[in-house]
């Protein structure tokens, strides 16, 4: 099979699933009016009340990033379903393998496609989230309009979202199943890599925790600094990627 076709053939599993797109359209369809509400609800409220989701003020660069935590354990899920799909019942890999003997070439279709569909949900997303976190807040910054911190934080967002999606999409090929990513990488996306990271140095560098540093405010001293936060991250991703890889391609099915 020619690359232009496994990569056909791969995408219409992708985007042919039912879940992955109620996953996506959760992501953005839900974070939008979350943001609307956060900001809504303490627009009358001074910046240091603690009835705001943060009681110290939070900088403007860094308004609204607070709701990429929702879409954050979706998008994993998606990651996981994803690896853990062709391993199901129906043992669907044995149909793809028969059909694409290059296993490397069908692990990275496959790698390229999720990075690719994680790429456009988080960017709408985080886009979205906070094009409505300065429309309906005080901040005096025009929602179409945005800073350049803020499109920065924005990628730095996406960049997140897609090195954590191929880690926990490594995890669920090496263990052929979408359950493991799931327990492991989801805890750390709800906040367990911040709070070790609130009294042990080494839990920045667990890959969620050091993603983080990529679009929050590194002032505070919970994350790394963001070139060095995302060079974690990144290697964390690479090393599960490249595991995976020469697993997939060497083992039985």
């Not at 039912?18 to 996953?23: G, I, K, N, R, Y």
């Not at 929050?216 to 995302?230: E, M, P, Y």
Request: glycine fraction near 10%; charged fraction near 10%; hydrophobic fraction near 60%.
């Amino acid at each position: 099979m020619s690359a232009l076709a496994l990569t056909r053939s791969e995408a219409t599993k992708f985007f042919s699933a039912t879940t992955m797109w109620v996953l996506a359209l959760v992501t953005m369809l839900a974070t939008w009016p979350m943001a609307w509400t956060n900001v809504a609800s303490g627009a009358d409220l001074p910046a240091d009340d603690p009835r705001l989701f943060s009681a110290e003020p939070i900088p403007i660069s860094y308004q609204g990033f607070e709701m990429a935590g929702f879409g954050y354990v979706l998008v994993v899920v998606l990651a996981a379903l994803w690896a853990g799909s062709e391993y199901g019942a129906g043992k669907q890999i044995r149909t793809t393998l028969l059909a694409t003997p290059q296993r490397l070439r069908v692990f990275i279709v496959k790698t390229v496609l999720l990075a690719c569909a994680v790429a456009v949900i988080g960017f709408l997303t985080m886009w979205g989230t906070i094009v409505i976190t300065h429309a309906a807040g005080n901040a005096g910054i025009d929602p179409w309009a945005l800073t350049p911190a803020i499109w920065a934080n924005i990628g730095g967002v996406t960049l997140a979202w897609i090195l954590t999606a191929l880690i926990a999409f490594a995890v669920g090929v090496l263990a052929r199943t979408a359950i493991l990513p799931l327990i492991l990488v989801i805890p750390l996306v709800i906040g367990i890599g911040d709070f070790l990271a609130g009294f042990w140095e080494g839990a920045k560098y667990l890959p969620v925790a050091a993603g983080a540093a990529l679009y929050s405010d590194t002032s505070t001293g919970i994350h790394l600094g963001s070139v060095a936060g995302g060079l974690v991250q990144a290697t964390w991703a690479l090393a599960l990627l490249t595991v995976a890889a020469v697993s997939f391609v060497r083992r039985d099915m």
